[in-house]
C-alpha cells in the first residue's frame, strides 16, 4: 500500500512554468513506475509522462513532448514533473500513480495501482 502526495500545483500565466512533485512515505515507492496523469472536468483521466522505478525509462504524451520533462530521485523519494511553456490547455488536475507495470511500454502506462488526489494546475492566458 502507498500514500501518494502530490504538491506544486497553481496558478500561473501562458508561459510559465511549474514543477510538481509526487511522493509518498513508503520507502518501497522507489520500486514502483510512477506517471503523472491529468484529468480535465468531466474527462478521463489522460496519460501524461511516466518514468521508470529505476528512473533511467521515461516516456511522455505527444502532447505534452518538449515543454515537460519527468525524472526521479530516488533518494529524496520523489518523482518530478518539469512543466515549461505552459498552455491555457494544460489547465488540469495532475495526479501521480504508481504501478508495478509489466512492461515499460504504452498501453501498459494506465495501469496503476495507487494514485495521489491529483494537485490543480490553472493557467491562464
Known amino acids: 500500500q502507498l500514500q501518494l502526495e502530490e504538491s506544486g500545483g497553481g496558478l500561473v500565466q501562458a508561459g510559465d512554468s511549474l514543477r510538481l512533485s509526487c511522493t509518498a512515505a513508503q520507502r518501497n515507492f522507489t520500486h514502483y513506475a510512477v506517471g503523472w496523469f491529468r484529468q480535465y472536468p468531466g474527462q478521463e483521466r489522460e496519460f501524461v509522462a511516466i518514468?521508470?522505478?529505476?528512473?533511467?525509462?521515461?516516456d511522455v504524451a505527444d502532447s505534452v513532448k518538449g515543454r515537460f520533462t519527468i525524472a526521479r530521485d530516488k533518494a529524496a523519494n520523489m518523482v518530478y514533473l518539469q512543466m515549461n511553456s505552459l498552455k491555457s490547455e494544460d489547465t488540469a488536475v495532475y495526479s501521480c500513480?504508481?504501478?508495478?507495470?509489466?512492461?515499460?511500454?504504452?498501453?501498459?502506462?494506465?495501469?496503476?495501482?495507487?494514485w495521489g488526489k491529483g494537485t490543480l494546475v490553472s493557467v491562464s492566458s
Open positions: 500513480g504508481a504501478g508495478t507495470i509489466p512492461f515499460f511500454e504504452p498501453g501498459y502506462y494506465n495501469d496503476m495501482n495507487y
Open positions: 518514468v521508470s522505478w529505476s528512473g533511467d525509462k521515461t
